[in-house]
């Protein structure tokens, strides 16, 4: 009987799984409602959740980058090892004019979370340029590190970022040029490599 009782109660769990995977959020006028109602169900929160980050916000709507933020951080209270969701957090937090210890802080726990996700690495090595002025050395050292799939990139996806940093490190004075310059070599990458790979 318990049992019988025991394969009950994980039929009645996984029929609510198997319910939301056949919802259409997307084609439903009530997308709020919905995935609201998901984000109470354990197992299923952080997936709900997940999926009110699709697409792309534009960065002049703060109601929208409030928004984001906040299910971020909803995110990452279910999901704390998420170091992409980290990274997602702090350039929230940049976007909607948190203090820039607040930035700061969630950039750290990226690198905490995922020191070596080479998914990650890149756009969190951009993402510390475009920061390079508020750094500490740690997190500079970090950002070089960082920038170790674009210098030697394994995938297409990882080479493309190279015109990210292009555009980043154009906006950047000579003095945060010649810092990063010595933060690569100090990684282990001769002056050369850095001028042939990233063209400064």
């Known amino acids: 009987m318990a049992i019988i009782g025991m394969c009950g109660f994980a039929i009645a769990q996984g029929s609510g799984i198997a319910r939301f995977s056949l919802v259409n959020v997307h084609a439903s006028e009530n997308q709020a409602e919905i995935l609201s ?11 709900a959740l997940q999926t009110q980050l699709a697409g792309n916000i534009d960065p002049s709507d703060l109601k929208a980058a ?8 909803a995110i990452l209270t279910i999901r704390p090892l998420s170091s992409i969701d980290w990274l997602s957090l702090s ?8 203090p820039m210890a607040q930035v700061l802080e ?3 726990l990226s690198v905490l979370t995922g020191p070596n996700e080479g998914y990650v690495m890149a756009e969190r090595g951009i993402f510390g340029i475009s920061l390079w002025e508020d750094l500490s050395r740690d997190l500079k050292s970090r950002a070089a590190l960082d920038l170790g799939p674009i210098i030697y990139p394994r995938t297409p996806a990882e ?5 990210k940093f292009q555009a980043v490190l154009a906006t950047k004075s000579e003095l945060v040029r010649n810092e990063l310059r010595k933060a690569l070599v ?5 002056p050369k490599e850095i001028e042939q790979r990233l063209g400064f």
């Open 186 to 190: 100090a990684t282990g990458i001769s």
């Open 37 to 47: 109602t998901w984000a109470a169900v354990p197992g299923l929160a952080s997936r």
């Open 159 to 163: 080479g493309a970022e190279s015109g």
């Open 91 to 98: 350039g929230m937090q940049l976007l909607t004019d948190r």
């Open 66 to 73: 409030n928004d984001r933020r906040e299910v971020l951080s």
């Open 106 to 108: 969630s950039l750290e």
